[in-house]
C-alpha cells in the first residue's frame, strides 16, 4: 500500500504515533470539529457562543494568513481569562490548517473525519440493536457486511478530478494549484501539464536507478487515475483517431447501455460478469467492439 498524502484524525495519540511511525511522510491534519469541542470545553458556558462563533472563523477562513489572523484575534480576547484556551487552540495550530495546502474543493473532507465516522456509526447503531454479537468472530462478519453495504451509497468526493495530482505532488496554496513551479537548480519553470514530459520512455527504464522507480511508478499511476477519471466524466468517450481506423475505443456506462438498449442500472448490476467489461483504475469502461459481438450473439 502507497502511504497516504494526509491522514485526518482526533487527538488520539496511539493513532498518530502508528502514522508518523509506519508512514513518516504522511501530513497530518487535525479534525476541527473535535479541537473545537476540546477549546469549548475549557471555557464558561455562557462564553461558548461568542468563542464557537469565533473559531469558525478560523475553520472556514478564505486563505492561511486569514486563519492565523482570527486565532491571534481568539487569542487576545480569551488568552488573559482562560489561557488554557488559547493553548488547546495554539498547540495543534499547524496540522489544524493542513488543508489549506490542499485543493479548496477538498476542504470540507480535510476539516474532519466524518468519512470514517459516518460508516462506523453504522455498525454502533447495529450493534446496540442486535445487543452485541456473541463472539468476535460474528462481530467481524456483521461490521464487514454492513460496510459492504454501506459502501455502496457512498458518493464522490467534490473535486474527484483533483486527486491525481494530489497524488502527483502537485502544489497548492490556499486551495488553488499553481500553474508552474521551478525546477530545483535550475532558473526554468515547468507547469503541470509538462511534469509528465518527464517520464522517461519505455527503452530506457531498464537503465534507470533503483531509487528512481519508486517515483516514476507514482506518476504513472496518478496517471491512470486521472486518464479514467476522464473517461468517466459525463459525455465523455474514447473516440478513435483518424489514422486508427479499425482500433476499439471504450465506453462509459451510460453510453455502453445506450448502445445496448437496456437500463444504466443494470449494467451496474451485471458489470463484473460482461466479457467486454474492463477495470481500468477505479473506473469501468465497455469495449465497443465486445459489446457489438454480445448484442450479436445475443440477437442470434
Known sequence: MRPPVVAVGDGALGFWAAVRDVWPKTRE????????ANILDTL?????????????????????PHAREAITRFATEYGAKY??????????????LTFFDFPAEHWK?????????????????RQRVTKGADSRTKGLLMAYKLLDMT????????????????????????GAQQTTRRRSGA?????????????PPVELIAGLPLEELPGTLTHLAALQVAVAARLAMPGATCRRAPDEKG???LLTIRDAASRAGTSVDWFHRHARSLPFSRRIGRKRLFSEQGLMRWLATRGA
Not at 491534519?29 to 473545537?36: A, F, G, I, N
Not at 515547468?190 to 514530459?197: F, Y
Open 29 to 36: 491534519q487535525r479534525d476541527c470539529v473535535h479541537k473545537l
Open 44 to 64: 464558561p458556558r455562557r462564553l461558548q457562543p461568542r468563542a464557537k462563533a469565533a473559531l469558525h472563523e478560523v475553520m472556514y477562513a478564505e486563505t492561511g
Open 83 to 96: 489561557p488554557k484556551a488559547v493553548t488547546t487552540l495554539e498547540k495543534d495550530i499547524d496540522t489544524l
Open 109 to 125: 473532507h480535510l476539516r474532519t473525519s466524518n468519512v470514517i465516522e459516518s460508516p462506523s456509526a453504522t455498525v454502533r447503531l
Open 151 to 174: 459502501q455502496a451509497r457512498w458518493r464522490r468526493l467534490d473535486g474527484a478530478h483533483l486527486l491525481p495530482l494530489v497524488r502527483a505532488g502537485i502544489t497548492f496554496v490556499d
Open 187 to 199: 532558473g526554468q519553470r515547468m507547469s503541470e501539464r509538462d511534469a509528465w514530459a518527464t517520464l
Open 247 to 249: 482500433s476499439d475505443h
